[in-house]
């Protein structure tokens, strides 16, 4: 029996227009049993309990309206935007399995889900004989009620004591539905891949094999699907960005594709990568390895002296990288004052030009409005046994900011390439932010001290104005972080609409096909152009892959915040009891976040261990005081107390 999720409740009552519905008419339309009601119901009142659905006349019940309850709630306490990601039942796997600690209790037991919404569930006294109390398990609910209303089912899984690191971290697996392993027919598929590359596919291909090409990328990257190069012209610069041509192995269609489609993206965790595409084709035939002759799509892009992009070409490439540099090493490198050694002088030569050509590419970016944010993100560090050992915050130098423009130019070419052409295609929109948040960050900035135009027409040349005014103080961090959560989320469309954030009127993703699939379907729309062909997908299923893609992002950023918490709330345990320096960076009607600086990690003050918590005001960016109460791996939450 599928126990219903919050959003499909919403979903039923907005089919109807908002108009409110009892329960029994609810279950009907979830195709619910009759006797899975009293579940139904549990559902409903822990609804109305979190003010997302309230009872109207005739026990009826309707989808809450928060604009009559907003004059009742404080301007600083006011509820997050729900998202369709928020909506999502924790511990609940694809397939509908529950996920839950199991608790002895006399002779049979029970299972309590991690998800608040679901009721507890019953076991029978055979299947818990060797069964250990406190277990995180996996359970399969069965088509049987209790007589007292509770769901029945049984334990498929076990995956270990509740609260422990590794059995944590397999239970968010198995919640996301996770897997580093591909199924056999996808294997069967690649066995029939062939490593060497025709001549006759090479001859169809613009030669770029002698020209100095390489990659730039992290210390840890294995998957290398971009490669830069670049040569001074009579008028400028001619930089080359050529992207590994994953479309030639991955046919549509076929079962690596379909794989590919239902992922949508590689997911970065802390101590492992979940690929959207099998090893061979990501870490090997894709992969821009140095030395080897690799298949790429190629934007070739002509700029004047001054860094502006005056004409561009996108075809399909052979390449062969002449190195593998990170972006440490080329600082280093470019940096060095003794003698180069003769095999390094045609790369520091091209990295010279490049550093160049970046500097006036971004001095015109942010002339344009872009939105240059400068918040850390967590980088753990660990001992030689793999254990978190400290959270430092990452370090960004201008090779990455080098290698990210490069990127975006690239994305810009083949942006407006699609559409002058007029197929349909897959692009990157960053809408405006509403008039509400704007006044809402309008009034968070003021309390920092910064003065956004009384206008509400504000651009991106304003929210620029105020994170370089406040860059290097003591409210960077915040004053950034106040504007990016007054943005709206970035995702993919078949509408070619502007990016607000990067200031650009056409943008797409076609930099990263080895772990982003918008990416995949952009190079198909190249490959029909290219050969004079009719597009290989219609409107209506792009569109359809551009809604799934931004779902599976979205989902990705979840599970990758959610892995960053366990490992950050470990490493907090041994801290339990000691005081710390803090910033409140979110204030929620529960509590408020607040960043522990030593450590860079955070942790929720509740609002009910605040004294006078209704008669006190936190803003983003106010220092304090905290102690450490709690570090709950199976919350994935560090709690913290207030030092008055």
């Known amino acids: 029996m599928k126990i219903p999720k919050p959003k499909e409740i919403i979903q039923v009552l907005k089919s109807s227009n908002g108009r409110p519905m009892r329960s029994k008419e609810i279950s009907r339309r979830l195709g619910m049993p009759k006797e899975a009601r009293d579940i139904l119901k549990k559902i409903l009142r822990k609804m109305l309990s979190q003010e997302k659905l309230s009872r109207v006349e005739g026990g009826k019940y309707a989808i809450a309206d928060y604009k009559k309850k907003e004059p009742k709630t404080k301007e600083h306490e006011k509820k997050p935007e729900?998202?369709?990601?928020?909506?999502?039942?924790?511990g609940?796997?694809?397939d509908g399995r529950v996920i839950g600690k199991f608790l002895r209790t006399g002779k049979t037991g029970k299972i309590v889900p991690r998800d608040s919404f679901i009721p507890h569930i019953l076991l029978q006294p055979n299947d818990i004989k060797d069964l250990r109390n406190h277990s995180l398990v996996v359970a399969e609910l069965q088509n049987k009620i209790s007589s007292t209303g509770r769901l029945r089912g049984r334990v498929v899984e076990v995956l270990g004591k509740a609260g422990d690191l590794d059995t944590e971290k397999k239970g968010l697996m198995i919640e996301y539905d996770l897997s580093d392993d591909f199924p056999n027919n996808i294997k069967m598929e690649l066995d029939k891949t062939s490593e060497r590359i025709s001549s006759t596919e090479v001859a169809r291909r613009v030669d770029l094999r002698q020209r100095t090409i390489f990659t730039i990328?992290?210390?840890?990257?294995?998957?290398?699907?971009?490669?830069?190069?670049?040569?001074?012209?009579?008028s400028g610069y001619k930089l080359w960005v050529s992207i590994a041509d994953v479309s030639y192995y991955v046919k549509m269609g076929s079962a690596i594709d379909n794989e590919a489609l239902s992922r949508g993206t590689s997911v970065y965790l802390p101590d492992r990568v979940i690929p959207m595409l099998p090893e061979k084709l990501s870490n090997n035939l894709c992969s821009l390895v140095p030395n080897e002759d690799r298949l790429t799509k190629t934007a070739e892009m002509d700029f004047n002296r001054k860094g502006e992009m005056v004409n561009f070409k996108i075809y399909n490439s052979v390449i062969n990288s002449s190195a593998r540099l990170t972006y440490t090493q080329v600082v280093k490198d470019l940096s060095q004052k003794e003698r180069i050694p003769k095999e390094q002088k045609d790369v520091i030569s091209v990295l010279k030009n490049m550093k160049e050509l970046y500097e006036k590419i971004r001095e015109i970016r942010i002339k344009s409005g872009k939105l240059d944010f400068d918040i850390p993100e967590p980088n753990l560090v660990r001992d030689e046994l793999g254990r978190v050992v400290d959270v430092i915050k990452s370090q960004r130098n201008f090779a990455h900011e080098m290698i990210e423009e490069f990127m975006i130019a690239a994305n810009v070419a083949v942006a407006n390439y699609l559409c002058d052409s007029e197929v349909p295609s897959i692009y990157r929109i960053h809408e405006t932010p509403d008039p509400d948040s704007l006044v809402k960050l309008k009034e968070g900035l003021k309390k920092l001290g910064y003065?956004?135009?009384?206008s509400d027409d504000i651009d991106t040349h304003d929210l620029q104005r105020i994170i370089y005014q406040a860059k290097?103080?003591?409210?960077?961090?915040?004053?950034?972080?106040?504007?990016?959560?007054?943005?709206?989320r970035a995702f993919y469309s078949v509408l070619d609409e502007e990016h607000f954030g990067l200031a650009l009127v056409h943008y797409t993703h076609f930099t990263s096909p080895i772990r982003r699939y918008p990416d995949l379907i952009v190079h198909r729309m190249l490959d029909s152009l290219f050969l004079k062909k009719s597009p290989p997908y219609d409107e209506k299923t792009v569109e359809w892959i551009a809604e799934n893609s931004s779902k599976q992002e979205r989902l990705a950023n979840e599970v990758e915040r959610e892995a960053m918490s366990i490992e950050r709330t470990q490493l907090m345990k041994p801290y339990i009891g000691e005081e710390f320096?803090?910033?409140?960076?979110?204030?929620?009607?529960f509590g408020m976040f607040v960043e522990v600086k030593e450590m860079f990690v955070e942790g929720l003050v509740p609002k009910d261990t605040v004294p006078n918590w209704r008669n006190r005001w936190f803003d983003i960016g106010q220092k304090l005081k905290v102690k450490v109460v709690d570090a709950n791996l199976e919350k994935r939450g560090i709690t913290l107390n207030l030092v008055s």
Do not use: H
């Not at 729900?82 to 924790?90: E, Q, V």
């Not at 990328?217 to 009579?234: L, P």
């Not at 290097?472 to 709206?488: A, F, H, Q, T, Y």
């Not at 320096?581 to 009607?589: A, F, K, Q, R, T």
């Open 92 to 94: 609940v796997a694809k």
């Open 472 to 488: 290097g103080k003591n409210d960077e961090v915040p004053v950034n972080m106040l504007i990016l959560r007054s943005l709206k």
């Open 451 to 454: 003065m956004l135009s009384a």
């Open 82 to 90: 729900r998202t369709s990601t928020s909506a999502r039942m924790k």
């Open 581 to 589: 320096e803090g910033i409140v960076i979110s204030v929620m009607p």
């Open 217 to 234: 990328d992290g210390e840890d990257a294995k998957d290398f699907d971009d490669a830069v190069g670049i040569e001074i012209t009579k």
